[in-house]
């Protein structure tokens, strides 16, 4: 069959040559995300974003999402090759997200997928979200060492999963409710900032004093160790948020916005630190690697990073452009996974909203 490119392209064998080309493609929720990765190095990685038009509902529209996508993915494909130097043909296997995420939008990036690796008689892997924004992190500080532990946290999941060889995973714990991602965001709209609420509240928080206002740290008491050791809720603590600033605004009271923001912020970062060092500890596994949207949070980052310095851990955070949706993370799981022989997803392959985070592979 003949390359988009125009060129009749031969399937390729990688025996022996330099590390195959691949191309990830992200479409799981509100970014157009295009990567391309050779082995272990990011080529170019090109992201459209159709989260302003989103703001004004105060959370994702699936069916903007996915037209959204449509519209950005000839484009932003066509920026990512131009920019990395490379043609289509030059590809020489396809991964794309095939879940978890948002139905319509995940179908949107298969079906793009699927017509790519078709026309360019490739190989196509459809790989887990989740597991791609722990492996995106091979490709900032290298090959990850034969067992990770790995806290992804997002506005959908916060999970701690134990990897041996980079795509073999096993789940030791997640939120009981709402992801940390997504209590920033409720807490948020509570306080009356823009939507996504996380990065104002980062930033606000900045400016707070984080003891100001003793929030409860959730599944903490040696109650919950036996059951949800590596498990997390931040239900609780944002229902504590709600009916404190509730009983400022009863009672008349100007709400301290910088204070709750950094109290609020030091809860959830508290406990993910403290829960994640400690199944660390429990496992014996030296290396930590956070990822996922919410790892952008200046005071997660600057609590692990602390709090692993003091105990030995190895801490590997991406830069945040990393921790946010782009297909660099789905290409870094694609060459992972063609490196590994794995076998291509098969052809008839569907999107997985709820894909297992044990599942590399659909
Ligand atoms: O991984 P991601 O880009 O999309 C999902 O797969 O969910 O994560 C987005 C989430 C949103 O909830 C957003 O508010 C949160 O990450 N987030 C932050 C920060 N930057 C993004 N939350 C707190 N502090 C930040 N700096
Ligand atoms: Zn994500």
Redesign the pocket.
């Known amino acids: 069959m003949e390359g988009l490119s125009g060129e009749g392209i031969p399937a390729t064998s990688y025996a022996g040559r330099v590390a195959p080309l691949v191309l990830g493609l992200e479409t799981?929720?509100?970014?157009t995300g295009i990567g391309l990765v050779r082995g272990e190095e990011l080529l170019f990685d090109a992201v459209a974003s159709s989260v302003d038009e989103h703001a004004r509902f105060g959370g994702i529209i699936p069916e903007i999402a996915s037209r959204a996508h449509l519209e950005a993915m000839v484009p932003t494909l066509d920026r990512a090759l131009s920019e990395a130097g490379v043609r289509l043909a030059d590809v020489d296997a396809v991964a794309v997200t095939a879940g978890p995420?948002l139905v319509g939008p995940l179908t949107v990036g298969v079906a793009a997928a699927k017509a790519l690796a078709l026309a360019l008689d490739r190989p196509l892997y459809g790989v887990n979200?989740?597991i791609g924004?722990a492996v995106v992190d091979t490709l900032v500080h290298g090959p990850f060492p034969e067992r990770v532990m790995a806290l992804v946290?997002?506005?959908?999941?916060s999970s701690l999963l134990l990897i041996d060889d980079t795509v073999d995973v096993t789940e030791l714990g997640s939120t009981l409710d709402d992801?940390?991602?997504?209590t920033?965001?409720k807490i948020?709209r509570l306080l009356g900032l823009p939507y996504?609420?996380?990065?104002h509240?980062?930033?606000l928080a900045r400016e707070g004093d984080p003891e100001a206002v003793r929030f409860p740290r959730g599944l903490t008491a040696a109650k919950d160790q036996a059951a949800h050791a590596a498990d997390f809720s931040f239900s609780g603590l944002k229902t504590a948020v709600a009916r404190w600033v509730e009983a400022r605004q009863d009672a008349g009271e100007p709400i301290p916005l910088a204070d709750v923001a950094a109290s609020f912020?030091a809860a959830v970062a508290d406990v993910l630190t403290a829960k994640t060092i400690a199944a660390c500890q429990a496992h014996g596994v030296g290396t930590l690697v956070v990822g996922?949207?919410?790892s952008?949070?200046?005071?997660?980052r600057d609590m692990a990073a602390a709090r692993c310095a003091d105990v030995g851990i190895d801490l590997r955070v991406p830069p945040?452009r990393y921790?946010?949706?782009n297909g660099a993370m789905i290409a870094a799981l694609g060459a992972a996974v063609v490196a590994r022989d794995l076998p291509p997803s098969p052809p008839d392959f569907g999107v997985d909203s709820t894909m297992p985070l044990t599942q590399v592979l659909a």
């Open positions: 799981s929720c509100d970014e995420g979200h989740i924004h946290v997002s506005g959908g999941h992801a940390a991602g997504e920033f965001d948020g996504p609420g996380g990065p509240i980062d930033r912020s996922g949207g919410f952008a949070n200046s005071q997660l945040i921790c946010t949706d």
